[in-house]
Each structure stands twice: as structure tokens, then as C-alpha cells.
């Protein structure tokens, strides 16, 4: 079983739409939790840390269910520019290093 | 600020040739990370380096893959003999270290494609 599992989509959605997605883990001792996103040809960059008790930031929402080992990513109001791939990560036993899962791609059409 | 600077941004070689990787990580940040990217396995960590001294190297592939990191501003990812199955995207890394909660901060990569 690999340790982050997501859906690798593709999502095709519509401007304006909301979006989930989601995310489970395997290692229950993992801490911090955060989701990256990655445009074509291009490197991955943070979007969010994700926090125990969920958080926001203007568009985007992340939740956490430790019982389940579940993360989750919402996406409201689409627009093409949330066009990508995201990725959950999750850290590791091993000092700071992190768990990629292999990403969720996104395509939001006009 | 200067993020994670990679060089060189695209490398093609022809198999059996050395190939080396550079990296020098944001400023201040103790913690360095080499990873790989493909389609199949998606992004894979190789080896972590704390303080220069490298912690994980689990997933370094084999004896063909070595790293090192002489100094808090410098990193190399060397491969020889390259083999076309080496062929990938290869990413560096850094975090201030000191805490699991804090992001890591990625170079532009380098785009390896052997022949």
C-alpha cells in the first residue's frame, strides 16, 4: 500500500464550479500534512499546510481527519487558473521528510 | 530572496556518461532534499541531507546514484553510468529544518534525458 493515496483524476470541471479533493494516508503517527500544487513542467509549490482543526484560505479549503486518515482539498468558484495538478503530502518517520502522493489533476474549462 | 537554484535545467546524454546535478539550497535552510519525478512513480524521494550530513539515502536507486553536499550552500546528485531508465526529472529542495510543520521549497528542476 503506498503511503499517500489519491485519485489521480483527471478532474474536468466548468468555471465557477467546486471542487474536492481527497487523500488518505497510511502512517498514522504522521504530524503535518499539506497540499502542493504543480503546474505542467513546472515545480511543485505550497498551497496550503493543512491543521488539525481544517483552515481556509480565500478559495481553498483544507481538512484533516486524523481518526480516518483522511485529508481533504476544496475548491470554490474555479477559475482556469486552478488548472494543475495537487498533490497531498504527508511527513515521514525520517526527520523532515515528506510523502508525495502522485496528485490529482484539475482542468477547469471555460 | 533567491529561491533553490538547480543547474543545469535540461541535460541530454547518452547512456553510459556521468551526469552531474547541482543545487544550492535557499539561504539559512539546514535541511536539503533530492527527489525524482516521473510519470509512473510520481515524485520520489532519493536522499535528505541535515546540516550536510546526509540521513536518509533509502531511496537512492543504487550504487550508480551518489550525492554529497561539501558545504551548507552545495549539493551534488551524480549518476554514473547513466542509463536511459535514469531518464526524469530530477528536483532539489530545502527547509529551514528545525521542524516538521515548515514546507519545503522546491528548485525548477532538471529535466535528464538520456540516450
Known amino acids: 500500500r503506498k503511503e499517500v493515496e489519491q485519485d489521480p483524476g483527471p478532474f474536468n470541471v466548468p468555471e465557477g464550479a467546486t471542487v474536492a479533493f481527497n487523500c488518505t494516508y497510511s502512517?498514522?503517527?504522521?504530524?503535518?500534512f499539506f497540499w502542493y500544487r504543480q503546474d505542467c513542467r513546472k515545480e511543485p509549490k505550497l498551497l496550503m499546510s493543512v491543521y488539525s482543526s481544517g483552515n481556509e484560505d480565500g478559495r481553498f479549503t483544507a481538512q484533516l481527519n486524523r481518526a480516518s486518515q483522511y485529508i481533504s482539498l476544496l475548491i470554490r468558484d474555479s477559475k482556469l487558473s486552478d488548472s494543475a495538478t495537487y498533490l497531498c503530502v504527508v511527513n515521514t518517520n525520517s526527520g523532515y521528510a515528506l510523502n508525495f502522493g502522485k496528485g490529482t489533476s484539475l482542468l477547469v474549462t471555460p | 530572496d533567491a529561491g533553490v537554484i538547480q543547474s543545469p535545467r535540461h541535460e541530454v546524454t547518452e547512456m553510459g556518461q556521468e551526469v552531474t546535478l547541482r543545487c544550492k539550497p535557499i539561504?539559512?535552510?539546514?535541511?536539503l532534499f533530492w527527489y525524482r519525478q516521473t510519470m509512473m512513480r510520481g515524485l520520489e524521494l532519493l536522499i535528505y541531507f541535515n546540516n550536510n550530513v546526509p540521513i536518509d539515502d533509502s531511496g537512492m536507486p543504487e550504487d550508480r546514484f551518489s550525492a554529497k553536499m561539501p558545504n551548507a550552500s552545495f549539493s551534488t546528485l551524480k549518476i554514473q553510468p547513466s542509463e536511459p531508465r535514469d531518464s526524469a526529472v530530477y528536483f532539489c529542495?530545502?527547509?529551514?529544518?528545525?521542524?516538521?510543520?515548515?514546507?519545503?521549497?522546491f528548485g525548477d528542476g532538471t529535466r535528464l534525458s538520456i540516450l
Open positions: 502512517n498514522s503517527a504522521s504530524q503535518s
Open positions: 529542495a530545502s527547509t529551514p529544518g528545525g521542524s516538521i510543520y515548515q514546507p519545503q521549497h
Open positions: 539561504s539559512g535552510h539546514n535541511s
